[in-house]
């Protein structure tokens, strides 16, 4: 038995993939294009690893996953693969259309083609999961509940345009084809491997090394956060025993305002690696200019997938956050690594000097 993985050296991807191989011995083919995100240092732990095959290649390249298909029989596909950064979809939306639309589609093509091919028992056994994003339902007044699955689509960045139309090609090869498909949207994550590019890790980041924190706007806007391992959990309980063409949305029930999040991070480190003048590292903090079509309120309702499936968050915000910075405390080679790339190109575009 195994799974093909798309987008497994990325952030999330490469937590799957380890917390699947900490569980089960069942094989996993790792598609990824190792683009600016995707880090074969996350999973360098199963480098000598047989239950671990990695493939580099584009997962919307449908003659490679055609390939990687027949040759494997995974009894299962999950998609991570996407461009995932808001900030990078503004400056430059044409990859997000690429990657996250037509890379879709043509993954969709090459699984129907494989799945309808299958003889009956491992066709009726087969499952496509679609990682997605709450980002899709757009945002929200202070005042609204937070999304469930009915909620309606609004997406306000081409990164949210572009997963939700990848969202909506899922669930019509479902309704056309008959597809087995399952879908999660599911809230920011935070965690070990993350790019920081991100505001939790860019903070961690930053904060040591003595630059600017920059919070968009006021720093009012929320997001709800989940640790990455608790979003790992919810992907594996859904391809286990989620309803085929059924979404469910994933949450930690941990709104904050990103100001509050960056004054966690602040004073965990003023904790554990408190800076040589002995001032706070929220003095670091630096308002600049507001992202564009900025999103206000992102909140996620997780009761579906906690009563049907009963799937909860293990970690508490605090208990996670604590978890994350003394991780990046203790891998700055991991850090350094992943700065020295493309990275700070992307810094000096996007911040300026
Ligand atoms: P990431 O940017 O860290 O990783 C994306 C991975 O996909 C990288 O390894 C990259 O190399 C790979 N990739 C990109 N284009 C590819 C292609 N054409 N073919 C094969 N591989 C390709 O993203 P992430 O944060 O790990 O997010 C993973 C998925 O989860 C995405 O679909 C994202 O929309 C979704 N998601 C993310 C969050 C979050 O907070 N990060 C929250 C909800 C949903
Ligand atoms: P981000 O981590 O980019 O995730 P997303 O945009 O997918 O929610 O950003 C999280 C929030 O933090 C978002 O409201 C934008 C804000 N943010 C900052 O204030 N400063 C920053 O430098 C970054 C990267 C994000």
């Not at 989940?226 to 992907?235: E, G, P, Q, R």
Request: proline share 5%.
């Amino acid at each position: 038995m195994s799974i093909l993985v798309t987008g497994g050296a990325g952030f999330i991807g490469s937590n799957f993939v380890l917390d699947w191989l900490a569980q089960s011995d069942e094989l996993v083919i790792n598609l990824d294009k190792l683009t600016y995100a995707g880090n074969l240092q996350n999973l360098a732990t199963l480098a000598d690893d047989a239950r671990h095959v990695f493939v580099q290649g584009d997962f919307g390249d449908a003659a490679l996953v055609a390939k990687l298909l027949l040759q494997y029989q995974p009894r299962a596909v999950v998609n991570f693969a996407a461009e995932s950064h808001v900030d990078r979809s503004i400056h430059g939306p044409g990859e997000f259309i690429q990657t996250n639309i037509v890379g879709t589609f043509n993954l969709l093509e090459a699984v129907r083609a494989y799945w309808g091919a299958l003889a009956a028992e491992a066709r009726a056994g087969f499952r496509l999961l679609h990682v997605s994003t709450d980002e899709v339902y757009g945002s929200l007044a202070h005042t609204e509940p937070a999304f469930t699955e009915t909620h309606r689509y609004e997406p306000n960045s081409p990164y949210s345009a572009s997963k939700a139309a990848s969202d909506h090609l899922v669930r019509a090869y479902h309704h056309t084809y008959g597809l087995p498909v399952l879908t999660t949207n599911c809230s920011n994550n935070y965690g070990p491997f993350h790019f920081p590019e991100k505001l939790i890790p860019l903070m961690i980041v930053n904060a040591q090394a003595g630059k600017a924190l920059p919070v968009y706007g006021d720093g009012q806007q929320i997001r709800d956060w989940l640790y990455v391992k608790d979003h790992c959990s919810a992907i594996r309980r859904v391809l286990e025993a989620g309803q085929v063409g059924e979404v469910y949305n994933v949450g930690g029930w941990n709104e904050k305002p990103n100001l509050d999040i960056v004054q966690i991070v602040c004073a965990l480190l003023d904790e554990l690696k408190p800076r040589a003048d002995g001032q706070p590292y929220q003095t670091q903090i630096t308002y600049v200019t507001d992202r564009p079509g900025h999103d206000r309120r992102y909140a996620i309702d997780a009761r579906k997938i906690e009563q049907e499936l009963g799937w909860k968050p293990a970690e508490t915000f605090e208990s996670g956050i604590r978890k994350t910075v003394q991780w990046y405390l203790d891998h700055p080679d991991w850090v350094a690594n992943v700065q020295s790339g493309g990275y700070r190109d992307w810094v000096v575009k996007h911040y300026g000097n």
